[in-house]
């Protein structure tokens, strides 16, 4: 019998080795519309949507116009024949002791109530470039469109760790306060063998933390860009905690060994920079949850307004944790004064009450001057605001300085 109908076989799960860059094959990335993106490299293929087409597109965004992250080729994954392996690491235990468990992907559509939450996802390197024009950062440069939402389906992985792995419930238990829980894919990248990451299992195992294995976005099954057949999201925390094409799930004492976990996706102290970064990493918490963020999505800087009538402003807000943005603040003049939005669009979770989602929000300004400098800012329902200016890591991460846009210029329609 197929161990991947219905059968919890104890087996080891297939063992990723690490491919040179040169045998990366990009040949059967699926087809993108490149039009709605700012496509900053493609292989491995890394875009943001235009900011205006991103807030247009409406609270959620249509899955051809999220954005995409990827770190290698993006795996052809055949549904009928996609395991996913579980287990539990004891302290002390090595990998080779570890009692795994497989799932089908029929097991998990099937065998566990299918939850919906809506929620962002936003990459931790989202507006690197404003950190870049400080002084030399690592990786792609972003600009501020590397965030988007969704509506995400499939069961909860606390069931499913309560069920296979036997993971107690208990939040007050030991193990779920002192462990983690790693993910990885089914894919290569450049960095490592595959993508990998953790969370804290309180989080995982928190019913109201909403983490569940995704196989449905936007009531569609997962496309290829964005994890098929299954994936993890992790509402609140950094994007890349989210891992796309899952096949292992280890419960486990430590974080992840992952280059993602413990050599990437850290606020590195402001002193280290290329030439020292190899002594930080091991000291450097890694990243979990977003901090509060906020973005003027249109207009856009020098862009040209061809009509006198009051300028709406538009553009989204995040925080992590679940936590709901309270206020946001637009002032035309750098900052000198400022005035609430008009409005602000967010929704919490129908179960949990949390605040997965981004919001939108609008403000109608009478006149953009020329010499107007549009700058924006929020607060969260913990009271977190956005500093005035950048604060420079090597990483290029998690900026979320206060939003300018300059040069915009506001002009009568001319006569035809």
């Not at 939450?117 to 950190?131: K, P």
């Not at 486990?252 to 930080?280: C, G, H, M």
């Not at 979990?288 to 989204?316: A, D």
Request: aromatic share 8%.
């Amino acid at each position: 019998m197929s161990t991947q109908h219905n059968t919890l076989d104890c087996i080891q799960p297939p063992v990723h080795k690490k491919k040179e860059l040169c045998d990366m094959d990009y040949s059967q990335d699926p087809p993108r519309i490149l039009s709605n993106y700012l496509v900053h490299a493609p292989k491995p293929f890394n875009a943001e949507p235009h900011l205006p087409l991103l807030v247009n597109a409406g609270l959620i965004t249509p899955t051809d116009v999220f954005f995409k992250r990827n770190h290698g080729p993006i795996p052809d994954i055949q549904l009928e024949d996609h395991q996913v392996y579980i287990g539990v690491q004891s302290h002390g235990q090595s990998d080779a002791g570890v009692e795994w468990k497989a799932l089908s992907m029929n097991d998990i559509m099937t065998r566990w109530p299918k939850a919906t939450i809506t929620a962002s996802l936003q990459c931790a390197g989202n507006r690197r470039e404003g950190l870049a024009q400080l002084k030399e950062v690592k990786g792609v440069i972003w600009k501020a469109g590397t965030i988007s939402n969704a509506v995400w389906s499939g069961p909860r992985l606390c069931d499913i760790l309560k069920d296979i792995a036997g993971v107690p419930q208990d939040l007050h238990n030991e193990m779920i306060r002192n462990y983690h829980v790693s993910f990885e894919a089914d894919d290569h990248v450049k960095e490592d063998a595959c993508y990998g990451s953790s969370i804290p299992l309180r989080k995982a195992m928190d019913p109201l933390g909403d983490v569940i294995l995704a196989y449905e976005m936007n009531g569609q099954p997962l496309t290829r860009d964005h994890g098929f057949p299954l994936r993890v999201i992790v509402p609140g925390y950094i994007g890349a905690r989210s891992v796309k094409f899952l096949q292992k799930i280890l419960v486990q004492p430590q974080e992840s060994t992952s280059f993602f976990q413990r050599r990437d996706y850290k606020i590195l102290p402001p002193w280290i920079d290329s030439s020292n970064v190899d002594t930080a990493w091991d000291t450097t918490v890694s990243l979990g949850e977003m901090n509060v963020q906020c973005v003027i999505c249109t207009p856009m800087e020098k862009e040209v307004i061809l009509c006198p009538k009051p300028v709406t402003v538009k553009g989204y807000a995040i925080s992590g944790g679940g936590r709901a943005i309270y206020r946001v603040e637009l002032s035309v003049d750098g900052g000198k004064t400022w005035e609430p939005v008009d409005k602000i669009e967010q929704t919490p979770d129908k179960i949990s009450g949390m605040y997965w989602a981004w919001a939108l929000w609008e403000k109608k300004v009478p006149k953009i001057l020329t010499t107007s400098e549009i700058v924006v800012r929020a607060y969260d329902s913990s009271g977190n605001m956005q500093p005035e200016f950048p604060i420079w890591n090597y990483r290029g991460v998690m900026n979320n300085a206060w939003f300018r846009v300059n040069n915009v210029i506001q002009m009568p329609q001319p006569n035809m």
